[in-house]
């Protein structure tokens, strides 16, 4: 894949178009614990998991979504994945480069090919700083273009998401939530990126406004060839813009496929129960629909359960649940794989 951020005409370049096929991020046994310190000398007494043992890839020009409940792991992942957070032990690649093995000045240089979309865009943005000194902040720090350039670039990017081009002036004080998020996208986009983490971009927008940010990603993705990772608790909206989706429990991914594959045909009660939760706008079949209710509270991540962790709160779970862990095997196909870490998934193909 080629990628440049400075065209021959001293203009930045504004599109990136990546090969189909090819994965861009390979995440291998990726762990981060959070140490638990107690103490006047501040001893380590357990650890918070909040992210244990996940691998998969992500292919270059897709959305692979991933979802789960509040304080399953997914920001922790995404954030370890960029190396925001340093992972307690695994590998990142990006295009085949390990990106937990790099130092700093290295690392920074990579930060230009990977970007984050941020939950909450009041907190995200300055407050001091005007829109066009926050989508131009990247552009400055890798030291792309001249001020000229990066003007117009700010500019365009902009246009690009919606906004008018000559609010660049403004502070963000002056926007909506919906528009403040635009910005939050475009600042994503200045380095021309080829892989963008957007964390729950939609959950703290209007439900008018979401369906307008989830839509521009899309457009975004097909113009600029972007691959995202999309974390969400809106299931509906996941399997809109998602090519697959994963789902974590407690850390851990416990099922991955493609996105209808997953909706149609869930392997693992935790995906099922999620599943059953989504409205149906048919009344009749809304009526007709069977909730699965999940007892109990999610475990502490501190102290997972032994074997797999649902089955504390698993209809399904038998002793092999409760001592072994269950390994995340393909019940799929070579082609359209179907990966799931449940002992019993084999009565729900």
Known sequence: MSQTNDAPNGKIALSNAPAAGEPLIQVRNLVKHFPIRRGVLQRQVGAVQAVDDISFDIIKGETLGLVGESGCGKSTAGRTILQLLPATSGEVFLNGQNLTKLGRSELRKQRRRMQMIFQDPYSSLNPRMTVGNIVGEPLLIHNIGNAASRRERVQDLLKLVGLNPYFINRYPHEFSGGQRQR????????????FIVADEPISALDVSIQAQVVNLLDDLKSELGLTYLFIAHD????????????VMYLGRIVELSHRDEVYDHPLHPYTQALLSAIPIPDPLKEEKRQRIILEGDVPSP???????????RCGYATDICRTEDPEFRNLGTTTFPHMVACHHAEKFV
């Open 302 to 312: 501190a102290n997972p359960p032994s074997g797999c962790r649902f089955h504390p």
């Open 183 to 194: 910005i939050g996208v475009a600042r994503a986009l200045a380095t021309n990126p080829s």
């Open 235 to 246: 299931l509906s909206m996941v399997r809109y813009i998602s090519d697959r989706v994963a």
